[in-house]
Protein backbone atom coordinates (compact mmCIF):
# COMPACT_ATOMS: atom_id res chain seq x y z
CA UNK A 1 0.00 0.00 0.00
CA UNK A 2 2.77 2.30 1.00
CA UNK A 3 4.34 1.76 -2.33
CA UNK A 4 1.05 1.79 -4.30
CA UNK A 5 0.26 5.24 -2.62
CA UNK A 6 3.33 6.89 -4.15
CA UNK A 7 2.59 5.13 -7.74
CA UNK A 8 -0.35 6.17 -7.58
CA UNK A 9 0.06 9.96 -6.90
CA UNK A 10 2.50 10.24 -9.44
CA UNK A 11 -0.27 8.36 -11.53
CA UNK A 12 -2.71 10.93 -10.51
CA UNK A 13 -0.66 13.86 -11.14
CA UNK A 14 0.11 12.88 -14.69
CA UNK A 15 -3.31 12.16 -15.45
CA UNK A 16 -4.43 15.49 -14.60
CA UNK A 17 -2.24 17.48 -16.63
CA UNK A 18 -2.49 15.13 -19.86
CA UNK A 19 -6.50 15.66 -19.73
CA UNK A 20 -6.42 19.77 -19.53
CA UNK A 21 -4.96 20.05 -22.72
CA UNK A 22 -7.27 17.17 -24.69
CA UNK A 23 -9.73 19.34 -23.61
CA UNK A 24 -8.40 22.77 -24.62
CA UNK A 25 -7.86 20.99 -28.55
CA UNK A 26 -11.43 20.18 -28.68
CA UNK A 27 -12.55 24.10 -28.32
CA UNK A 28 -9.83 25.73 -30.16
CA UNK A 29 -11.92 24.97 -33.43
CA UNK A 30 -14.88 26.33 -32.41
CA UNK A 31 -13.00 29.70 -31.42
CA UNK A 32 -11.24 29.82 -34.65
CA UNK A 33 -14.40 29.38 -36.33
CA UNK A 34 -15.66 31.86 -34.24
CA UNK A 35 -13.11 34.12 -34.88
CA UNK A 36 -13.78 34.26 -38.76
CA UNK A 37 -17.16 34.26 -38.82
CA UNK A 38 -16.90 38.19 -36.60
CA UNK A 39 -14.42 39.11 -38.45
CA UNK A 40 -16.05 39.19 -42.00
CA UNK A 41 -19.67 39.80 -40.69
CA UNK A 42 -17.99 43.08 -38.90
CA UNK A 43 -16.14 44.46 -41.81
CA UNK A 44 -19.59 43.94 -43.73
CA UNK A 45 -20.91 45.79 -41.13
CA UNK A 46 -18.89 48.41 -41.16
CA UNK A 47 -18.58 48.94 -45.37
CA UNK A 48 -22.78 48.93 -44.98
CA UNK A 49 -22.47 51.89 -42.09
CA UNK A 50 -20.27 53.85 -44.20
CA UNK A 51 -21.99 53.23 -47.36
CA UNK A 52 -25.17 54.53 -45.40
CA UNK A 53 -23.41 57.29 -44.27
CA UNK A 54 -22.58 58.51 -47.93
CA UNK A 55 -26.34 58.03 -49.21
CA UNK A 56 -28.36 61.17 -49.96
CA UNK A 57 -24.66 63.63 -49.88
CA UNK A 58 -21.70 64.35 -51.79
CA UNK A 59 -17.92 65.64 -51.12
CA UNK A 60 -14.98 66.62 -52.39
CA UNK A 61 -11.86 68.13 -51.12
CA UNK A 62 -11.05 70.01 -54.16
CA UNK A 63 -12.93 73.52 -53.12
CA UNK A 64 -11.96 77.16 -52.56
CA UNK A 65 -13.00 80.19 -50.57
CA UNK A 66 -13.68 82.83 -53.21
CA UNK A 67 -14.16 86.37 -52.95
CA UNK A 68 -15.05 89.15 -55.13
CA UNK A 69 -12.28 91.46 -55.94
CA UNK A 70 -11.75 94.57 -57.73
CA UNK A 71 -9.00 96.20 -59.61
CA UNK A 72 -8.52 99.75 -58.42
CA UNK A 73 -7.02 102.10 -60.82
CA UNK A 74 -7.08 105.41 -61.64
CA UNK A 75 -8.38 107.49 -64.39
CA UNK A 76 -6.31 110.62 -64.53
CA UNK A 77 -2.10 109.78 -64.87
CA UNK A 78 0.23 111.49 -62.47
CA UNK A 79 2.49 110.87 -59.97
CA UNK A 80 1.20 109.86 -56.55
CA UNK A 81 1.14 112.53 -54.32
CA UNK A 82 -0.04 111.22 -51.20
CA UNK A 83 -0.84 107.58 -50.18
CA UNK A 84 -3.64 107.22 -47.01
CA UNK A 85 -3.70 103.26 -47.20
CA UNK A 86 -1.26 99.90 -46.94
CA UNK A 87 -1.92 96.26 -47.44
CA UNK A 88 -4.36 95.00 -44.99
CA UNK A 89 -5.99 97.95 -44.27
CA UNK A 90 -10.12 97.71 -43.95
CA UNK A 91 -11.62 100.49 -45.82
CA UNK A 92 -15.43 101.73 -46.57
CA UNK A 93 -17.18 102.75 -49.49
CA UNK A 94 -15.94 106.22 -50.54
CA UNK A 95 -12.63 106.52 -47.97
CA UNK A 96 -9.81 108.10 -50.08
CA UNK A 97 -7.04 105.84 -50.65
CA UNK A 98 -4.42 107.75 -52.06
CA UNK A 99 -4.15 111.26 -53.87
CA UNK A 100 -2.26 112.09 -57.49
CA UNK A 101 -0.61 115.82 -58.05
CA UNK A 102 -3.54 117.87 -58.65
CA UNK A 103 -1.50 120.96 -59.54
CA UNK A 104 -0.88 120.30 -63.67
CA UNK A 105 -4.60 120.10 -63.81
CA UNK A 106 -5.35 123.17 -61.53
CA UNK A 107 -3.54 124.90 -64.23
CA UNK A 108 -5.62 123.43 -67.07
CA UNK A 109 -8.60 125.11 -65.45
CA UNK A 110 -7.25 128.32 -65.15
CA UNK A 111 -6.42 127.92 -68.70
CA UNK A 112 -10.11 127.24 -69.11
CA UNK A 113 -11.00 130.45 -67.49
CA UNK A 114 -8.57 132.37 -69.66
CA UNK A 115 -9.79 130.68 -72.86
CA UNK A 116 -13.95 131.69 -71.58
CA UNK A 117 -12.52 134.87 -71.07
CA UNK A 118 -11.34 135.79 -74.30
CA UNK A 119 -14.19 133.94 -76.31
CA UNK A 120 -16.75 135.95 -74.00
CA UNK A 121 -14.81 139.10 -75.10
CA UNK A 122 -14.45 138.30 -79.01
CA UNK A 123 -18.85 137.92 -79.00
CA UNK A 124 -18.62 141.70 -77.63
CA UNK A 125 -16.51 143.09 -79.98
CA UNK A 126 -18.82 141.03 -82.76
CA UNK A 127 -21.77 142.30 -81.13
CA UNK A 128 -20.09 145.68 -81.41
CA UNK A 129 -18.88 145.46 -84.65
CA UNK A 130 -20.03 148.14 -87.79
CA UNK A 131 -20.40 144.80 -89.73
CA UNK A 132 -23.02 143.41 -87.60
CA UNK A 133 -25.05 146.76 -86.85
CA UNK A 134 -25.39 147.39 -90.41
CA UNK A 135 -23.73 150.49 -90.33
CA UNK A 136 -21.69 149.87 -93.38
CA UNK A 137 -25.08 148.53 -94.82
CA UNK A 138 -26.79 152.09 -94.70
CA UNK A 139 -23.51 153.79 -95.86
CA UNK A 140 -23.41 151.64 -98.92
CA UNK A 141 -27.51 152.34 -99.54
CA UNK A 142 -26.92 156.14 -99.77
CA UNK A 143 -24.03 155.48 -102.04
CA UNK A 144 -26.21 153.77 -104.07
CA UNK A 145 -29.15 156.45 -104.05
CA UNK A 146 -26.51 159.30 -104.56
CA UNK A 147 -24.90 157.62 -107.85
CA UNK A 148 -28.33 156.48 -109.14
CA UNK A 149 -29.41 160.31 -108.88
CA UNK A 150 -26.10 161.19 -110.58
CA UNK A 151 -27.08 159.02 -113.35
CA UNK A 152 -30.39 160.12 -113.37
CA UNK A 153 -29.16 163.65 -114.41
CA UNK A 154 -26.24 162.43 -116.51
CA UNK A 155 -28.74 160.49 -118.76
CA UNK A 156 -31.11 163.88 -119.18
CA UNK A 157 -28.49 165.68 -120.28
CA UNK A 158 -27.53 163.37 -122.62
CA UNK A 159 -30.57 163.10 -123.90
CA UNK A 160 -30.41 166.74 -124.50
CA UNK A 161 -26.95 166.01 -126.26
CA UNK A 162 -25.06 167.94 -123.85
CA UNK A 163 -22.92 165.08 -122.02
CA UNK A 164 -20.92 162.99 -123.11
CA UNK A 165 -21.22 159.00 -123.53
CA UNK A 166 -18.59 158.48 -121.05
CA UNK A 167 -19.82 160.76 -118.46
CA UNK A 168 -23.08 158.58 -118.85
CA UNK A 169 -21.64 155.01 -118.65
CA UNK A 170 -19.34 156.28 -115.39
CA UNK A 171 -22.25 157.54 -113.81
CA UNK A 172 -24.38 154.20 -115.02
CA UNK A 173 -20.44 152.28 -113.43
CA UNK A 174 -21.08 154.15 -110.04
CA UNK A 175 -24.18 152.70 -109.69
CA UNK A 176 -23.50 149.45 -109.82
CA UNK A 177 -20.35 149.71 -107.71
CA UNK A 178 -22.66 151.15 -105.26
CA UNK A 179 -25.17 148.28 -105.05
CA UNK A 180 -22.32 146.03 -105.39
CA UNK A 181 -21.30 147.49 -101.48
CA UNK A 182 -24.64 146.84 -100.25
CA UNK A 183 -24.34 143.35 -101.27
CA UNK A 184 -21.26 142.88 -99.50
CA UNK A 185 -21.84 145.26 -96.20
CA UNK A 186 -24.94 142.60 -96.27
CA UNK A 187 -22.53 139.87 -96.95
CA UNK A 188 -20.65 140.94 -94.14
CA UNK A 189 -23.53 141.37 -91.52
CA UNK A 190 -24.69 137.60 -92.21
CA UNK A 191 -21.21 136.46 -91.29
CA UNK A 192 -20.66 138.37 -87.85
CA UNK A 193 -24.08 137.43 -87.02
CA UNK A 194 -23.04 133.23 -88.19
CA UNK A 195 -20.07 133.93 -86.06
CA UNK A 196 -22.45 135.29 -82.77
CA UNK A 197 -25.28 132.31 -83.20
CA UNK A 198 -25.52 129.61 -81.01
CA UNK A 199 -26.69 126.21 -82.31
CA UNK A 200 -29.39 123.69 -81.50
CA UNK A 201 -26.55 121.74 -79.46
CA UNK A 202 -26.20 124.73 -76.93
CA UNK A 203 -28.98 126.96 -77.53
CA UNK A 204 -28.19 130.89 -76.28
CA UNK A 205 -24.45 130.15 -75.79
CA UNK A 206 -21.67 130.87 -78.35
CA UNK A 207 -19.97 127.83 -79.85
CA UNK A 208 -16.59 129.40 -79.12
CA UNK A 209 -17.54 130.27 -75.19
CA UNK A 210 -19.57 126.60 -74.78
CA UNK A 211 -16.18 124.85 -76.20
CA UNK A 212 -13.87 127.02 -73.41
CA UNK A 213 -16.49 126.07 -70.28
CA UNK A 214 -16.54 122.21 -71.75
CA UNK A 215 -12.70 122.12 -71.14
CA UNK A 216 -13.00 124.26 -68.06
CA UNK A 217 -15.55 121.38 -67.15
CA UNK A 218 -12.86 118.61 -68.17
CA UNK A 219 -10.22 119.78 -66.40
CA UNK A 220 -12.24 120.03 -62.71
CA UNK A 221 -13.49 116.58 -63.51
CA UNK A 222 -9.62 115.62 -63.73
CA UNK A 223 -9.08 117.72 -60.72
CA UNK A 224 -11.79 115.60 -59.00
CA UNK A 225 -10.34 112.30 -60.03
CA UNK A 226 -6.96 112.99 -58.75
CA UNK A 227 -8.45 111.64 -55.40
CA UNK A 228 -8.85 107.68 -55.79
CA UNK A 229 -11.53 106.73 -53.41
CA UNK A 230 -12.38 102.73 -52.44
CA UNK A 231 -16.34 101.85 -54.59
CA UNK A 232 -16.91 99.47 -51.61
CA UNK A 233 -16.32 98.46 -48.15
CA UNK A 234 -13.67 95.91 -48.25
CA UNK A 235 -9.75 95.10 -47.57
CA UNK A 236 -6.60 96.42 -49.38
CA UNK A 237 -4.55 93.97 -51.07
CA UNK A 238 -1.38 94.32 -53.90
CA UNK A 239 -0.55 97.94 -53.05
CA UNK A 240 2.70 97.13 -53.56
CA UNK A 241 3.05 99.67 -56.15
CA UNK A 242 1.51 102.42 -54.10
CA UNK A 243 4.15 104.60 -53.49
CA UNK A 244 4.47 108.49 -53.20
CA UNK A 245 5.97 109.57 -56.42
CA UNK A 246 4.78 106.47 -58.17
CA UNK A 247 3.63 107.91 -61.51
CA UNK A 248 0.06 106.14 -61.93
CA UNK A 249 -0.86 104.88 -66.03
CA UNK A 250 -4.83 106.09 -66.34
CA UNK A 251 -6.73 102.69 -66.28
CA UNK A 252 -3.47 100.56 -65.35
CA UNK A 253 -4.48 99.05 -61.85
CA UNK A 254 -2.11 99.72 -58.75
CA UNK A 255 -4.22 97.62 -55.90
CA UNK A 256 -6.90 95.30 -55.33
CA UNK A 257 -9.69 95.52 -52.98
CA UNK A 258 -11.40 92.35 -51.62
CA UNK A 259 -15.26 93.11 -50.77
CA UNK A 260 -16.58 92.64 -47.76
CA UNK A 261 -19.81 90.28 -48.14
CA UNK A 262 -18.55 88.66 -51.04
CA UNK A 263 -17.51 85.42 -49.45
CA UNK A 264 -18.62 81.94 -51.20
CA UNK A 265 -16.96 78.77 -51.33
CA UNK A 266 -16.70 77.02 -54.90
CA UNK A 267 -16.38 73.77 -54.89
CA UNK A 268 -15.42 71.29 -57.96
CA UNK A 269 -17.98 68.16 -57.94
CA UNK A 270 -16.58 65.28 -60.41
CA UNK A 271 -19.57 65.18 -63.28
CA UNK A 272 -20.76 61.75 -62.05
CA UNK A 273 -21.66 63.60 -58.32
CA UNK A 274 -24.08 66.25 -60.30
CA UNK A 275 -27.05 63.53 -60.81
CA UNK A 276 -28.79 64.38 -57.78
CA UNK A 277 -27.42 67.86 -57.41
CA UNK A 278 -29.85 71.03 -58.00
CA UNK A 279 -29.60 74.83 -56.64
CA UNK A 280 -30.89 75.23 -52.54
CA UNK A 281 -29.97 71.74 -51.47
CA UNK A 282 -27.82 71.94 -47.87
CA UNK A 283 -24.10 72.17 -47.88
CA UNK A 284 -21.74 72.00 -45.18
CA UNK A 285 -17.80 73.66 -45.94
CA UNK A 286 -15.36 72.80 -43.70
CA UNK A 287 -11.78 74.15 -43.86
CA UNK A 288 -8.19 72.75 -43.79
CA UNK A 289 -6.89 76.30 -41.84
CA UNK A 290 -9.11 76.21 -39.39
CA UNK A 291 -10.16 72.24 -38.41
CA UNK A 292 -13.24 73.36 -35.94
CA UNK A 293 -15.11 75.76 -38.20
CA UNK A 294 -18.07 73.97 -40.22
CA UNK A 295 -20.48 76.56 -42.39
CA UNK A 296 -23.05 76.02 -43.66
CA UNK A 297 -24.56 77.27 -47.13
CA UNK A 298 -26.45 76.07 -49.77
CA UNK A 299 -25.77 75.69 -53.58
CA UNK A 300 -25.88 78.91 -55.46
CA UNK A 301 -25.43 77.78 -58.67
CA UNK A 302 -23.89 75.13 -61.06
CA UNK A 303 -21.63 75.96 -63.24
CA UNK A 304 -22.42 75.98 -67.43
CA UNK A 305 -19.05 74.26 -67.95
CA UNK A 306 -16.50 72.13 -67.24
CA UNK A 307 -13.20 73.23 -65.37
CA UNK A 308 -11.41 72.12 -68.75
CA UNK A 309 -13.90 73.50 -71.04
CA UNK A 310 -13.01 77.69 -69.93
CA UNK A 311 -9.23 76.71 -69.73
CA UNK A 312 -7.20 78.89 -71.28
CA UNK A 313 -6.04 76.22 -73.49
CA UNK A 314 -8.75 73.47 -73.35
CA UNK A 315 -8.48 69.84 -73.99
CA UNK A 316 -8.46 68.99 -77.59
CA UNK A 317 -9.47 65.06 -78.30
CA UNK A 318 -8.88 64.92 -81.77
CA UNK A 319 -6.65 62.43 -81.62
CA UNK A 320 -6.09 58.61 -81.23
CA UNK A 321 -4.50 59.00 -77.42
CA UNK A 322 -7.56 59.89 -76.33
CA UNK A 323 -8.40 59.08 -72.48
CA UNK A 324 -11.28 59.49 -70.65
CA UNK A 325 -11.30 61.76 -67.79
CA UNK A 326 -13.56 62.64 -65.31
CA UNK A 327 -14.27 66.22 -65.64
CA UNK A 328 -14.65 68.71 -62.74
CA UNK A 329 -17.49 71.01 -63.22
CA UNK A 330 -18.37 74.35 -60.45
CA UNK A 331 -20.16 74.43 -57.84
CA UNK A 332 -20.99 78.00 -56.04
CA UNK A 333 -21.83 77.52 -52.56
CA UNK A 334 -23.40 81.10 -50.73
CA UNK A 335 -22.16 80.28 -47.05
CA UNK A 336 -24.90 81.17 -44.55
CA UNK A 337 -24.73 83.64 -41.47
CA UNK A 338 -21.11 84.91 -40.16
CA UNK A 339 -18.02 83.37 -40.31
CA UNK A 340 -16.34 83.19 -36.62
CA UNK A 341 -12.44 83.55 -38.12
CA UNK A 342 -11.19 85.73 -40.75
CA UNK A 343 -12.32 83.99 -44.27
CA UNK A 344 -8.98 84.55 -47.07
CA UNK A 345 -9.45 84.22 -50.51
CA UNK A 346 -7.62 81.15 -52.11
CA UNK A 347 -7.95 78.60 -48.55
CA UNK A 348 -8.70 75.04 -49.09
CA UNK A 349 -12.02 73.73 -47.83
CA UNK A 350 -13.79 70.54 -48.27
CA UNK A 351 -18.13 70.80 -49.41
CA UNK A 352 -20.41 68.37 -48.54
CA UNK A 353 -23.88 68.77 -50.19
CA UNK A 354 -26.40 67.02 -48.91
CA UNK A 355 -28.38 65.89 -52.62
CA UNK A 356 -31.08 64.51 -50.16
CA UNK A 357 -32.47 67.72 -48.98
CA UNK A 358 -35.68 68.99 -50.38
CA UNK A 359 -34.39 71.65 -53.89
CA UNK A 360 -36.54 71.48 -56.90
CA UNK A 361 -33.94 70.94 -59.52
CA UNK A 362 -33.34 73.18 -62.29
Known sequence: MAEADPARAPGTASATPLAAPADARTRRPWGRWALMLIVPLMLAAGGWLYWQSLEGKVSTDNAYIKQDMISVSAEVGGPIAEVLVKDGDDVEAGQLLFRIDPEPFRLQIAEADAAIAGAQANVIALQSDADLTGTDIAAARSDVGFAQARFERVKALRDKGFSTKADYEAAEQAVVQARERVRQAEDRQREA??????????????????????????????????EVRSPAAGRIAQADRLQTGQQVVPNLPVLTLVRVGSTYAEANFKETDLADMAVGQRAEVRFDAYPDLVLMGRVASIGAGTGAEFSVLPAQNATGNWVKVTQRVPVRIALEGTSPRRLIAGLSAEVTVFTASGAAKN
Open 193 to 226: RARLASGPAVPGVNPEVAAAEARRANARLSLRRT
